[in-house]
């Protein structure tokens, strides 16, 4: 079993403190969050209405790295966008003095950036895990949490993860290619990064699959291959006798060419179309320069078909 883990980016973090709301409709007209300098806190500060107490309390919530609260986009901003706060006002506690007071994990709590190995505990708040494998609850909260479909809560992770199982050849970790089990000569199975499925492949004959060297091979370089036949080697495509397309010259791999008048010298045309074929095309083709730099041209005697050097 397996576990991925979804991690975010955050600039807030909710204190374990709550406070009382005067006015319920304030979390009801502003989407649950209320700005803290309506309540006497600094800018930096909002507070999270507690919907299962009728909106009467709030959970008090920091902007820190040097942002503010915008009530306008219900989030920590960057503080040019908040004129009107002075962050350098703001009480904001450190990070770092949230520290977890015990080693995390424990066999039921845990705490964000735990490490035991390096002596590192975790900052607040501290979670525990519930009764069932999705369930959770933050110090400070009244009610369980529910991780999202197909994920549970994991102390190690201290955050819900997706869980899943990773199938044969898969599970064996010391490769991502496998021979495949029901056609190990030609056949191979390539696995997904999480190892949970795989793909089918297959050798093109008349090469084998080398489940130790992990590749298509030569059938004689592999003891228990040798001998089967996969199927038929894989060649060019035959050239129709007869093409159907008026001023084919040549054919060449299935495809038959055409070449196109070239005034500067009309022996040896610089261009050609393929008229005909699995690689037919409307667009004309040109020939490359050669390796000294001079432009090739089309032959299309029936024996050469395709584009050479000018031999002068």
Same mark, same amino acid.
């Given at each position: ?15 374990? @403190?709550? @406070? ?127 991780? /999202? ?128 074929? /699995? ?31 000018? @031999?002068?």
């Amino acid at each position: 079993m397996k576990f991925v883990v979804i991690l975010g980016l955050f600039i807030s973090f909710t204190l374990a @403190v709550r @406070v009382d709301i005067p006015d319920p409709d304030l979390c009801l007209s502003q989407f649950g969050y209320i700005a803290g300098s309506e309540l006497g806190e600094d800018c930096c500060t909002f507070i999270f209405c507690d919907d299962p107490e009728l909106n009467k309390t709030g959970l008090v919530g920091k902007c820190y790295d040097g942002t503010a609260w915008n009530q306008d986009l219900l989030t920590c901003d960057l503080a040019k966008y908040v004129p009107d706060c002075d962050v350098g006002s703001c009480d904001v506690p450190n990070i770092q003095e949230l520290e977890c007071e015990s080693p995390q994990p424990t066999d039921t709590t845990c705490c964000v950036g735990q490490n035991l190995e390096e002596g590192i505990f975790g900052v607040k708040p501290m979670y525990s895990k519930g009764d069932g494998p999705a369930q959770y609850i933050q110090d400070g909260m009244r009610e369980f949490q529910e991780c /999202p479909l197909d994920e549970v809560f994991d102390l190690e992770a201290c955050a819900c993860v997706q869980v899943f199982e990773e199938i044969p050849p898969c599970d064996n970790h010391d490769h991502f290619l496998f021979a495949d089990e029901f056609d190990p000569c030609c056949s191979f199975v390539q696995c997904f990064q999480n190892r949970t499925g795989f793909t089918s492949g297959r050798c093109i004959a008349p090469s084998t699959w080398n489940d130790e060297e992990k590749t298509c091979d030569s059938s004689g370089a592999i003891m228990e291959c040798m001998g089967v036949f996969c199927e038929d080697a894989n060649t060019d495509p035959p050239c129709n006798p007869f093409p159907f397309v008026e001023g084919a010259e040549c054919c060449r791999a299935g495809n038959w060419y055409e070449t196109l008048e070239y005034e500067e010298d009309p022996e040896h045309p610089i261009q050609y179309v393929i008229v005909e074929g /699995p690689a037919n095309t409307t667009r004309s083709e040109c020939c490359p320069m050669d390796m000294d730099g001079f432009q090739m041209w089309f032959n299309s005697d029936p024996d050469v078909c395709c584009c050479e050097s000018l @031999v002068v």
